[in-house]
């Protein structure tokens, strides 16, 4: 079946890393994940500045390995992401700010692709909150 | 292939933060598609159909943001008529046109959706 | 006609999601507790009382990881079901559609 | 002897730190109420009955902006005081400490 | 000059997010430097004393930092007696050494501090 | 009087802003700020890369001119931060990020500076939740 999950929970929420879990689960068991959405807090999960303490779970970082791994569609939603301070290079040069902490697989782009993903996956699941 | 219909349920009051303004958009971009998009508002949510004055927060006018949803194709709009007692706006008198529901047509709403996204 | 399965995640101590939550569920629909919602199955508290009295055709079901993370819960009621994440994966699919009370 | 000015800013229809900061206050404490947190003043609700029966020594204030934004809210009990931020500032002086219900 | 005696009020069960954590750091940075602090642990706060198994959530194990309190300086660790319970956890047996306090008891606490904290 | 002034939310909580506009209130009426402290969430209100939108308060820039204006101490929780990928350019440096998002007057330091505020100031105000 085709899964589709938002994430609306920062990385220090557990709700972040259920949704990573659930996500791993759901490969593992043959099934699509069509696309990750990030909305609200939940655009932190992108960062590459995020610096875990060592002996806890670097969500980040988590994310970005299995994205990578599955070749998966990362979507960050860019108005949440821009009010944020989440951008990638382009954001960073078109609003003139020295630095940026999105980069590639992770994409930015508008809640078309929330519905989208709504409409093409059999499940749209969403975490947030604790 | 017909599109499936979408429930959006909105929880938090119109100053508790951007999660009020956040599920609006989510509505306005679906309406943009011409997606069957319904709006419920519960609990807390019921308190975006009060009058604020926002300026005074130096908040954007959600008001706004919620009559354009008309124009965004979005009119199925519903209040819980149990959170808006509970709130002590049963007898309130709002411009927008919606629909109140008891408890039993609340959960109604829910089976007559396919997809339901809560903020 | 479409199901859902409703999930929850903050604690019922702290928070009001529980009681909105269980007025809106329809007799198929189910309820998945994880996180700290998993403080509703603690015994002899007025939240696993009103768990006790949901009609039976309402699925009861909580989050492997989340109940033994909380060592201190140790017995369930016995209608309620402990799923691991791949059965949570399979749950999604037993029903129509998905609302978690974020 | 310390007094304290306590400051809620949740809805106390979605959070129930109202009920447990209404109990740790002295009698010769305060409370501010902001954000969302003036919603307890709504007429006719269980939070605005519970503030009406706290006892007379307890100063109860309500953030001026917070309360003129939430125009629906037409009256306020007489016992309440309205604070614009400049006797908010006052008024963390008039108390030994202040105490946030974050 | 006499240390102002603080009071920290930690009202977040373990589990939730960082807050438990973040106010015990705020506990331990006191205690080194030999500051007057006592822990109040309110409403979900109390599920601090719990046993729990953090491995399966990958979280550190916050009752490592509760033991280390001692260490530090903070002996003052108070807990409501309400709190734990309306929590189920009426008889639980802390390894930890905690006052119960009455209601009358938590409101005497913050009278006796010249600082709150409340995480 | 010497005030200290604690803020644990981000800049999109209404507690955020209340806190910048108390903290107005108090240099009015003749009052000494001695210190900003920002932690949890709060570290997000030492963000340059923020871009709010054009008819919203821009509270990292709120803030920022408020510090430059009255040359205030504005002390942001270093572990608090890191966590949650607000680095200044020696944490970059130090951790190999490629950029960073804080840059001075803000400062990134311990806890310390929270108790040695509380211990020093007449009042501590914290600001914090919705």
């Not at chain 1, 960050?76 to 009010?83: N, P, R």
């Amino acid at each position: 079946m085709k899964f589709a999950i938002a994430v609306f929970s920062s990385p220090d929420q557990p709700s972040n890393r259920r949704a990573l879990r659930f996500a791993e689960a759901l490969l593992a068991a043959g099934h699509t994940l069509e696309r990750l959405f990030f909305y609200q807090a939940g655009v932190h999960s992108a960062s590459a500045h995020v610096v875990s303490p060592q002996d806890e779970l670097d969500l980040p970082k988590a994310w970005l390995q299995l994205i990578q791994q599955h070749q998966l569609d990362a979507v960050v939603c860019i108005a949440a992401a821009l009010k944020r301070g989440q951008l990638n290079a382009e954001e960073a040069q078109r609003y003139a700010r020295s630095g940026h902490s999105i980069d590639a697989p992770w994409e930015l782009s508008g809640l078309g692709q929330l519905h989208e993903a709504a409409q093409s996956a059999d499940r749209l699941i969403c975490f947030a909150g604790p | 292939m017909m599109s499936k219909a979408i429930l959006l349920v909105s929880r938090h009051a119109p100053t508790d933060g951007s999660s009020a303004r956040e599920l609006l958009d989510i509505a306005l971009a679906g309406g943009a598609f011409d997606l069957p998009i319904s709006l419920l508002l519960l609990d807390d949510g019921v308190l975006q159909l009060a009058p604020h004055d926002f300026s005074l927060l130096q908040q954007k006018n959600l008001s706004a943001n919620l009559q354009a949803l008309a124009l965004f194709g979005v009119e199925q709009i519903y209040a819980a008529e149990r959170s808006l007692c509970e709130r002590g706006l049963n007898t309130l008198n709002s411009t927008l046109p919606v629909q109140r529901l008891d408890d039993a047509a609340v959960s109604q709403l829910y089976r007559q959706h396919d997809v339901v996204i809560t903020l | 006609m479409s199901t859902t399965l409703h999930i929850l995640s903050h604690s019922p101590f702290s928070d009001l999601r529980l009681s909105s939550c269980l007025r809106v569920l329809n007799a198929d629909d189910a309820l998945l507790l994880c996180g700290d919602a998993v403080l509703a199955l603690q015994a002899d508290t007025a939240h696993s009382a009103a768990l006790e009295l949901m009609p039976d055709s309402i699925g009861l079901f909580v989050l492997a990881e989340d109940l033994a993370a909380r060592s201190f819960i140790d017995t369930v009621p016995a209608r309620i079901r402990i799923v691991d994440y791949q059965a949570f994966v399979d749950l999604t699919l037993a029903f129509d559609k998905v609302n978690s009370w974020t």
